[in-house]
């Protein structure tokens, strides 16, 4: 075995102190992050208050949203009206669920499955930002939501 000096001994020190930083911190943060792209685009499809926060309850989704349903987000099989409920709905859903950390797989799941429509029918050009959006969800997906979730805190109360 060789003794590193200089410049490899010290990348070798960094990247031992650069894989000691916390997943959970990591996943909270892609959990968070990828939640909050779904987010903001399931508010642009629902009426809001004035302010433009919260959405109104019951949801309604705006007429803007079914006009690009009908014309720019087709999807086939499904009428446009349909798809746009279904979209608002998933995206606010699975957003709310990924950031406090419930359900998490099933929420990546399906946020997964609204990338890969949106790639194939929606916005193919766009596969740069939908290879990055699966990238965090497939993390969250194959790995859970880790500790700093509600999901954790159910693991750790089921296994001890």
Known sequence: MTRQTGIA???????DLLARFPMPLILLMVRIGIAMVFWKSGLTKVVTTESGNWPLLPLQVT?????????????PLLPHVLAAWLAAIT???????????FASR???????GMTFVIQVFVYPGNWPDHLFW???????????????????????????
């Open 106 to 112: 099933f929420a990546a799941a399906a946020l997964l």
């Open 91 to 101: 995206e606010l859903s699975m957003s709310a669920l990924l950031v406090v950390g």
């Open 134 to 160: 699966a990238g965090a969800l497939a993390l969250v997906l194959t790995r859970g939501a880790g500790p700093v979730s509600l999901d954790g805190l159910v693991r750790s109360r089921l296994i001890g």
């Open 63 to 75: 007429d803007g949203a079914l006009s690009l349903f009908e014309s720019e987000y087709t999807v």
């Open 9 to 15: 001994s010290l990348w070798i020190r960094l990247t």
